[in-house]
C-alpha cells in the first residue's frame, strides 16, 4: 500500500493550498481516509476525515470552516482544500486510510509521507 501526498508550499497567510494523496496498492473505495498533521515540537494531530463514499465528513475545530476534504474514488484520490490559511496551520500534512473509521484516532491502518506546508504572515 502506497499512499502519496504531494501539494505543499509556502504561502502566505490567507492563502491556499489544495493538498492532494494519491492510493494505489488498496481497494480504495473500500477505506476510509483521513488527513493528520504535525509541526514541529507538537504532536500529531487529526485535521479532517472522509468516510468510503465521500457522504460523511469531519473536521478538527481548528480548521472547520477552512478546510474542505474530498475524494474521487475513480482516481483513487483524496483531497485537502485549505483556504484562509493562518500561520499556525504550517506543519508536516499526512494521509492516512482505515477500513474502520474516519475520526480523529491516529489509529489509521496506513500512512503516507508527509508533504510541507509553510504559511508566512
Known amino acids: 500500500v502506497q499512499l502519496q501526498a504531494s501539494g505543499g508550499g509556502l504561502v502566505q497567510a490567507g492563502g491556499s493550498l489544495r493538498l492532494s494523496c494519491a492510493a494505489s496498492?488498496?481497494?480504495?473505495?473500500?477505506?476510509?481516509m483521513g488527513w493528520f498533521r504535525q509541526a514541529p515540537g507538537k504532536e500529531r494531530e487529526f485535521v479532517s476525515g472522509?468516510?468510503?463514499?465521500?457522504?460523511?465528513?469531519t473536521y478538527a475545530d481548528s480548521v472547520k470552516g477552512r478546510f474542505t476534504i474530498s475524494r474521487d474514488n475513480a482516481k483513487n484520490m483524496v483531497y485537502l482544500q485549505m483556504n484562509s490559511l493562518k500561520p499556525e496551520d504550517t506543519a508536516a500534512y499526512y494521509c492516512a486510510a482505515d477500513r474502520r473509521t474516519y475520526s480523529s484516532s491516529p489509529a489509521y491502518d496506513y500512512w503516507g509521507q508527509g508533504t510541507q506546508v509553510t504559511v508566512s504572515s
Open positions: 472522509i468516510n468510503w463514499s465521500g457522504g460523511y465528513t
Open positions: 496498492g488498496l481497494t480504495f473505495s473500500r477505506y476510509h
